[in-house]
């Protein structure tokens, strides 16, 4: 397995892949992660015992989103390869347009999920407030903020991809894309809710 240090020289090599949206999904882990940890240090603790049925299932859920965006980050940088692959396609080539239109729409599907993915992350945070172990509830504010870093992150890709689309296909990823976004307001204001907090 690439260690970080290797994946971040990689992502910092002039090689096109991995790229913005391998960057998004692993922001998406850190904030899921992040998610797990805080749930990690209050199941099992007697002061949060009421809420142990609700860190528990927090728990399980941001380990899993945080493997699914683990492996989002081959998924991105794979999909972006093969959509540069059918740009080399001869232009003589009569398949050469609806090879490009399939690996665009293709190549939109990752960002989609990291998206879909760390919306999912923002609301598992949101969760946690009050019910977690408040000396990691800054930890909490971090994920929520992350989150929404990935979310846009994830976002910027996929628009890059739909202005290149016609119109059937960049309605429907855009409208797949609104439900992710629509969370960005609320992590952010977690998170500022949450800085509030902790230094007043």
């Known amino acids: 397995m690439q260690s970080v240090d290797d994946w971040l020289a990689e992502l910092g090599s ?5 790229g913005g949206g391998a960057a998004a999904a692993m922001t998406a882990a850190i904030a899921a992660g992040l998610v797990e940890m805080v749930a ?3 199941t099992g603790r007697a002061k949060y015992a009421q809420y142990e049925p609700d860190t528990a299932r927090i728990l399980a859920r941001a380990a ?3 493997a699914d965006a683990v492996a989002l980050i081959d998924r991105d940088a794979t999909a972006f390869r093969e959509l540069m692959a059918t740009y080399r ?3 003589a080539d009569p398949g050469r347009a609806d090879a490009i239109r399939a690996a665009t729409v293709a190549a939109a599907e990752p960002p989609l999920a990291i998206a879909a993915l760390a919306a999912e992350v923002a ?7 009050g019910r ?4 990691v509830l800054s930890d ?3 994920a929520a903020s992350t989150a929404a870093a990935a979310i846009e992150s994830a976002a910027i890709n996929v628009e890059i991809n739909l202005s290149g689309l016609p119109e059937p296909d960049r309605a429907a990823l855009a409208g797949r894309l609104a439900a992710a976004t629509d969370q960005l307001g609320p992590a952010r204001a977690l998170a500022a809710r949450l800085r509030a907090e902790l230094s007043s």
């Not at 609301?123 to 407030?129: F, M, R, T, Y």
């Not at 977690?132 to 000396?135: E, G, K, L, V």
């Open 123 to 129: 609301g598992l945070a949101a969760e946690l407030p």
């Open 140 to 142: 909490v504010a971090v």
């Open 89 to 91: 396609i001869d232009r």
């Open 64 to 66: 899993q989103l945080r």
């Open 40 to 42: 990690n240090l209050t």
């Open 132 to 135: 977690s172990n408040r000396t």
């Open 14 to 18: 002039s090689a096109p892949a991995p």
